[in-house]
T-cell receptor, first 112, second 112 residues
Framework: NAGVTQTPKFRVLKTGQSMTLLCAQD?????MYWYRQDPGMGLRLIHY???????AKGEVPDGYNVSRLKKQNFLLGLESAAPSQTSVYFC???????????FGSGTRLTVV | GQNIDQPTEMTATEGAIVQINCTYQ??????LFWYQQHAGEAPTFLSY????GLEEKGRFSSFLSRSKGYSYLLLKELQMKDSASYLC?????????????FGTGTLLAVQP
């Protein structure tokens, strides 16, 4: 069982470039989330999805877009990267309210 | 806001017991989670509390008092491998989203 798989694991972008982070889960989970983690800030929710075809904004959505065309995949896009988006990005999924999240291994993104 | 507060750092000795506290805003509370995160890795689920009282899982226990907006994670018989960040996360009512708000984490250092 792969669980939650994030690709890529590392990336360096130049300011203004675009990229897509892919999150794939094989547990048939309905709920999927994108968080960013920065030193001293903890995990902050960017966007989330409560099912295939749905997306919603979290705490820090500006500069990001998401899509959930298939239940197993949740994509996070950066249209025009900025140095402030340098962070570690974690995808997570869960099947129900009282279950913990399963996290992917993270994507370390540096924007120069 | 939905502030979640926990100490930034703690130090304890191998074999000892340590208690990591977490306080949160009580309005809209709908469940509390604890996660462990080793450096450079993804968070992993430790425990879930939604009712008052103590939940025990081996060396780890988690306590919740809903009226006080207070939880703690208790780690017994500390081992060197328990050196990690411990994240407190709260689910608040807000539709069927299951989104969690995370504290900034408590970095625990276990010394020989």
């Amino acid at each position: 069982n792969a669980g939650v798989t994030q690709t890529p694991k590392f990336r360096v972008l130049k300011t203004g470039q675009s990229m897509t982070l892919l999150c794939a889960q094989d547990m048939n989970h309905e709920y999927m989330y994108w968080y960013r983690q920065d030193p001293g800030m903890g995990l902050r929710l960017i966007h989330y999805s409560v099912g295939e075809g749905t997306t919603a904004k979290g705490e820090v959505p500006d500069g990001y877009n998401v899509s959930r065309l298939k239940k197993q995949n949740f994509l996070l896009g950066l249209e025009s990267a900025a140095p402030s988006q340098t962070s570690v990005y974690f995808c997570a999924s869960t099947r129900a309210a009282n279950y913990g999240y399963t996290f992917g291994s993270g994507t370390r993104l540096t924007v120069v | 806001g939905q502030n979640i507060d926990q100490p930034t750092e703690m130090t304890a000795t191998e074999g000892a017991i340590v208690q990591i506290n977490c306080t949160y805003q009580t309005s809209g509370f709908n469940g509390l989670f604890w996660y462990q995160q080793h450096a450079g890795e993804a968070p992993t689920f430790l425990s879930y509390n939604v009712l008052d009282g103590l939940e025990e899982k081996g060396r780890f226990s988690s306590f919740l008092s809903r009226s006080k907006g207070y939880s703690y994670l208790l780690l017994k018989e500390l081992q060197m491998k328990d050196s990690a960040s411990y994240l407190c996360a709260v689910r608040f009512y807000g539709g069927a989203t299951n989104k969690l708000i995370f504290g900034t984490g408590t970095l625990l250092a276990v010394q020989p």
